[in-house]
């Protein structure tokens, strides 16, 4: 089997843990696997570098720095190199170039075009452990890059979809995907598995184990994903496809997102394209607009409620303002939650909806916006009732069980 | 004019002094000079990052050494030319791979072998500032090299040979070589033109701006070498061709070296190869001789004295163990000290180390062993007269004048 193993900042965040990570990745390799080791810089040295570059400037040299901020997982690859081979395995520590991972020269956020993994399969093939410097590729021309946040899971991703590696194992300090946040509903569950879909959909709970941009590239790339505990040998939640998953309960885990912040406009012109004006507007100005709901028209007035990231907030006002003459009034209200039930199983199963709005009816929570999707069903309520919500969905859809 | 300038770890210590040697780069350029920077890594960083490898392995695999080490100096050059650039001109970082150093593959000692200035010089064409990153190169497989000690040194010396630089300004904290020690002597003077030939003799001296790694290739290659104080405005030390220079005093400068240690061999077979036998002993186990005396043979018998490094020492005695029964005793001294006369205009002038002799009996200085060369007199003496042997001297051959 080969494994590709991603480890981040905490669990390699110093010289003891990388010792600890070396250890890992032996028993592995004695399990008779081929390993190939991702790992992100020492926890802070990344940080630490971007406090250096904007030291200079508010805005620095993109090129110059992705030179700065690719040093720390250089480090990092070598020293786990060092470790391993002082434990007596044959280890070596790639680069980004030397792994051969080619990106777009979007510097500081680039994407990756390709893999060459032809050193890498040689490597493997004389049996050494690689470990590859994660967050950083180079583009054709052989400029240093990296990858943006989350950079370093993408690299594993990646690399095991390029080399068709049986699994990528991508460690951090949590045990893996939860039901919902622990930290709301003490009884949440660890997830077995669960499907690329539901994942991407757990989005607000996944962030903390997973970016969206790796779960995203997993699924194109077909690679089975696991997140693990680097601290512990707990078995971790498998990310794969939903053919892979034999039973599929209804509901597999209620996620929230406290980030989000409601525009609500009222009297629109009920005419053809006003809609597109206004999010093309916010579009435009880079804002993301996530739920969306136009009430039926009246009188050829229609109202429009949508809800945006909370950091978007004043970016919206502005692009707003022009069309504050055409419109009653623009409230916003960053005084909201965004509470969302998501499983595969509700394909198949109806009245899954309605036993979340009589729930939460039951406990006097008025719910102000919903969109459904085929697996998920998000619901826009007052911010003071999100743990509310959150504990009462759980155990509504008996996630605690 | 092209200009290659190094600035050493205390000289880029933080964000503060970076900017600080910005705005000195940028003079320069100002000027309507073509620059090109090689910088160190921050003050301790190097050490740091040598001390994470020195956490699993004494001895830590040089390879992977290398790629841990090679990461302070892409980050300050990456830095450095974030700051240029804030300051409104076009700069550039290059890696040791980027401008071209090519090395042998001796892993943390490696040699240049020939650097490859096709891009150099095409920024340079452009106009860009060129920070190249010191101390480090990539062999002609690809893989990263560093150069040891005074590395950077080195890539800025070798640089400035392959651009056919003007000049080779190496900046440190301290104002450029002087006629003896200024901490023993404080009327000591800066020398403002020395030939590469007595800066290599006064080595002990140059040590702490120079070493004689790079002096070497500057002779090699012709690279006008100046030491500067990045800290001030002062002129420095040009380091040049013999020819260079106008007028050459007799004596140039006043070296010490106190870390020698003296070893007499007494009553030695004076038969031919027994030396040979003993230096060849020695050399193999990687003690290097210095000075060497042997006193005429008496009844078939002679006397050997020899100094080596201190720090050789035990390793010395264990080498020589097996000749103890073809000599009479063999002792062991550690305290002396090498007190040295430097100047190319000896050559022609007679008088120079009579004149030392007799400055030094009068001080009741017994000289213990001479060796002299074309453009140096070396005296050992007791340890405990070094100071005021250096006082003498500098002041008989009239250096504070």
């Given amino acids: 089997m080969l494994v590709v193993q991603k480890y981040g900042g905490t669990s390699v965040g110093d010289c003891e843990r990388i010792l600890n990570v070396a250890k890992r990745v032996s028993e592995t390799k004695q399990k008779g696997h081929g390993v190939v080791v991702v790992v992100s810089a020492m926890s802070g040295e990344t940080d630490k ?12 040299n993109l090129r110059e720095s992705d030179m700065v901020l690719s040093a720390g997982e250089r480090v990092t690859s070598a020293l786990l190199a060092i470790a391993l081979e002082e434990l007596g395995f044959k280890a070596i520590s790639l680069s980004g170039r030397a792994a051969g991972i080619i990106t777009d020269d979007s510097h500081t956020k680039a994407r990756i075009e390709y893999i ?24 054709k021309e052989g400029e240093v890059t990296t990858l943006g946040r989350g950079g370093s899971d993408l690299s594993a991703v990646a690399l095991a979809g390029a080399l068709g590696a049986d699994l990528c194992e991508i460690y951090t300090d949590v045990d893996g995907v939860y039901t919902t946040d622990p930290r709301i509903e003490p009884n949440a569950k660890k997830i077995d598995k669960i499907s690329y879909d539901e994942m991407l959909e757990l989005a607000s709970m996944g962030a ?58 009222c009297n629109v012109e009920d005419r053809p394209g006003i809609a597109a004006e206004i999010f093309g507007a916010l579009s435009e100005a880079n804002v993301n607009v996530d739920m969306i709901v136009q009430t039926i028209g009246r009188d050829g007035k229609t109202d429009l409620d949508f809800t945006i990231p909370e950091v ?20 916003y209200d960053k005084d909201i939650a965004k509470v969302s039930i998501v499983g595969v199983g509700m394909k198949s199963h109806s009245g899954v909806a309605s036993k979340a709005f009589r729930a939460l009816a ?33 155990s509504v859809y008996e996630l605690d069980k």
Same sequence: chains 1, 2.
């Fill in 208 to 265: 903390k184990v997973l970016l969206n941009r790796s779960v995203e590239m997993a699924k194109k790339l077909n690679v089975n994903l696991v997140t693990r505990n680097s601290f512990n040998y707990n078995e971790g939640t498998l990310i794969t496809k939903e053919q892979e998953i034999m039973e599929h309960p209804i509901v597999s885990g209620i996620a929230l997102d406290k980030n989000q912040a409601r525009v609500s406009i």
């Fill in 312 to 331: 978007e907030l004043e970016n919206a006002k502005r692009v707003l303002k022009s069309f504050e003459g055409s419109v009653e009034s623009i409230d």
């Fill in 49 to 60: 570098l971007l406090g250096y570059t904007k030291f200079f400037s508010r805005l620095p």
């Fill in 116 to 139: 060459d993994v032809a050193r890498l399969n040689a490597l493997l093939a004389k049996d050494y452990i690689v470990v590859v410097a994660g967050f950083q590729g180079v583009t």
């Fill in 362 to 394: 039951e406990d006097n929570i008025n719910i102000m916006m919903i969109s459904t999707s085929e697996i998920k069903i998000s619901m826009i309520i007052r911010l003071k009732y999100a743990e509310l919500a959150i504990r009462t969905l759980h």
